[in-house]
């Protein structure tokens, strides 16, 4: 039997709770309920679940253009085995985004290659993008944050 802060994986060890949603190696596939974040947020799914995009994210308080001093100091993410990006357009950057987002991305591609294999990756279809002419339009893409 495994501690409180622990899971049974596929190997019969017991592994830290922290792991599990990485790895997703428990012996039946499903991380137990005592772990943190044992279940995985569908599009849309928020923690807590009644939160807005702006009470989880924060709100955009200023748009970010390109050429000026904030829009240079996000992070430009080069193309890995298992981080690809869609091509750039005139409104679209999906490999320019804030650190976090970086962060948060390469983790994600990382676990799904572990998850997958080796020929698998995560293909960014947008990141940042340039804010639009209406600002009732605006999204956390418009910053680098989605």
Known sequence: ???DDE???FYGVCSLCTTCLAQRDSFDGECP??????EILMPGETIPSDSTEEETSGVITEFIYP????????????????LRFAPSSDTSIPNRMTQRMKRHLESLADTIKG??????????????????????????YNVGRA
């Open 115 to 140: 998850t997958f294999g080796d020929d698998a990756y995560l293909l960014v279809l947008e990141a940042y993008q340039t804010p639009p002419a209406d600002s009732a339009d605006a999204s956390l």
């Open 1 to 3: 039997s495994c501690e």
């Open 7 to 9: 899971y049974c994986d």
């Open 67 to 82: 050429g000026c001093p904030q829009f240079d100091s996000l992070a430009v993410v080069q193309e890995s085995d298992s």
């Open 33 to 38: 309920d005592r772990c943190p974040l044992a």
